[in-house]
Nanobody, 117 residues
Framework: QVQLVESGGGLVQAGGSLRLSCAVS????????MGWYRQAPGKQRELVAI???????NYADSVKGRFTISRDNAKRNVYLQMASLKPEDTAVYYC???????????WGQGTQVTVSS
């Protein structure tokens, strides 16, 4: 069983920074595709950033140049460094593990990020 625990959310002023962390237990972390998603009130969950095992990254257009995803396979952690935060970044941020096998997808419980103007 794979478990993900996010941390690092909070309240920050516009223009500030936060670093989210996601600790993963179980599964084969080094070969998993790891991603960060977010869901704002009344909106659908959307991809923020994704990090593949091949080292490729992909970002939502709205966060390009401001957010950076990274991973530490030895620590089984994935991170999201967020800078130049905007009020529209306010959402619950979720970490996602995709082991690329049948039904091998897991989500964390989410961490709230609130950006005040």
């Amino acid at each position: 069983q794979v478990q993900l625990v996010e941390s690092g959310g909070g309240l920050v002023q516009a223009g500030g920074s936060l670093r989210l962390s996601c600790a993963v237990s179980g599964g084969i972390f080094s070969s998993a595709v790891m991603g960060w998603y977010r869901q704002a009130p009344g909106k659908q969950r959307e991809l923020v950033a994704i990090f593949t095992t091949g080292g490729r990254t992909n970002y939502a257009d709205s966060v390009k140049g401001r957010f950076t995803i990274s991973r530490d396979n030895a620590k089984r952690n994935v991170y999201l460094q967020m800078a130049s935060l905007k009020p529209e970044d306010t959402a619950v941020y979720y970490c996602k593990y995709d082991g690329l096998g049948y039904r091998d997808v897991y989500w964390g419980q989410g961490t709230q990020v609130t950006v005040s103007s």
